[in-house]
């Protein structure tokens, strides 16, 4: 699980921002694919970026500054080269398994996003700068590019629902979903209105969360 690569940061002087603390080892994806087949498994799920903002693709994209993203397996040495997600996509596709990808959307610890908001304070070493605006273009140029390069996308998912982090459809995040996932199932951004009406964000073949992450429910 790759959010580890970063702890959570509240009450901490110095999480740890090098892509170097991600260096997992005899990581086969084949075998992953070959025990999920076993278990007639439809579907796999991969943590393509959480909360913490560290990427299990190489990305390509750069920051405002320039410099490259750089939190990625393309800069974990360990990793030597691998695109991690390039081989779940293949593994999972080689045996019939539906790809599912959990990928945050309002929350990148790394960039001090919080809610869906940069933060104006609690910047701490290693993190990486970036205005609003910025912010709301970089996480549609990581979409497009997860959505582009590692698809059929099955199913995508975040813990608070896919949405427009800057308000309902204003960034355009919608737009590309309907472009380039028009068949993935999306978890949708639920919000009540004072008058109690339920309300969902306008993704593609939203589905609700089943209100627990408990292995039953009932």
Same mark, same amino acid.
Request: with cysteine.
């Given at each position: 699980?790759?959010?580890?690569?970063?702890?959570?940061?509240?009450?901490?002087?110095? !999480?740890?921002?090098?892509?170097?603390?991600?260096?997992?080892?005899?990581?086969?994806?084949?075998?992953?694919?070959?025990?999920?087949?076993?278990? #007639?498994?439809?579907?796999?799920?991969?943590?393509?970026?959480?909360? $913490?903002?560290?990427?299990?693709?190489?990305?390509?994209?750069?920051?405002?500054?320039?410099?490259?993203? #750089?939190?990625?397996?393309?800069?974990?040495?360990?990793?030597? #080269?691998?695109?991690?997600?390039?081989?779940?996509?293949?593994?999972?596709?080689?045996? #019939?398994?539906?790809?599912?990808?959990?990928?945050?959307?309002?929350?990148?610890?790394?960039?001090?996003?919080?809610?869906?908001?940069?933060?104006?304070?609690?910047?701490? !070493?290693?993190?990486?700068?970036?205005?609003?605006?910025?912010?709301?273009?970089?996480?549609?140029?990581?979409?497009?590019?997860?959505?582009?390069?590692?698809?059929?996308?099955?199913?995508?998912?975040?813990? =608070?629902?896919?949405?427009?982090?800057?308000?309902?459809?204003?960034?355009?995040?919608?737009?590309?979903?309907?472009?380039?996932? !028009?068949?993935?199932? $999306?978890?949708?951004?639920?919000?009540?209105?004072?008058?109690?009406?339920?309300?969902?964000? =306008?993704?593609?073949?939203?589905?609700?969360?089943?209100?627990?992450?408990? !292995?039953?429910?009932?």
């Amino acid at each position: 699980n790759n959010k580890v690569t970063w702890p959570n940061g509240e009450g901490t002087t110095q !999480p740890s921002s090098e892509p170097t603390t991600f260096a997992p080892t005899d990581l086969n994806m084949s075998q992953w694919a070959q025990v999920a087949a076993s278990i #007639g498994a439809k579907s796999a799920w991969a943590n393509a970026k959480h909360g $913490c903002g560290y990427l299990l693709w190489p990305t390509k994209l750069k920051l405002p500054n320039g410099e490259p993203y #750089g939190y990625d397996v393309g800069h974990s040495p360990a990793v030597n #080269g691998r695109d991690l997600l390039m081989e779940f996509r293949d593994a999972m596709l080689a045996v #019939g398994i539906k790809l599912g990808y959990f990928f945050t959307f309002t929350n990148n610890f790394y960039t001090n996003t919080d809610g869906g908001k940069v933060q104006s304070d609690g910047w701490l !070493p290693g993190m990486a700068k970036m205005t609003q605006d910025e912010y709301n273009k970089l996480y549609l140029d990581l979409l497009r590019e997860l959505l582009t390069n590692y698809g059929p996308v099955d199913e995508l998912w975040d813990r =608070d629902g896919v949405m427009d982090i800057n308000g309902f459809n204003r960034t355009g995040l919608n737009e590309l979903l309907h472009e380039l996932a !028009p068949n993935t199932v $999306c978890r949708a951004y639920e919000w009540e209105t004072q008058d109690g009406v339920q309300h969902f964000g =306008d993704v593609p073949n939203w589905v609700r969360w089943v209100g627990t992450e408990a !292995p039953t429910y009932q």
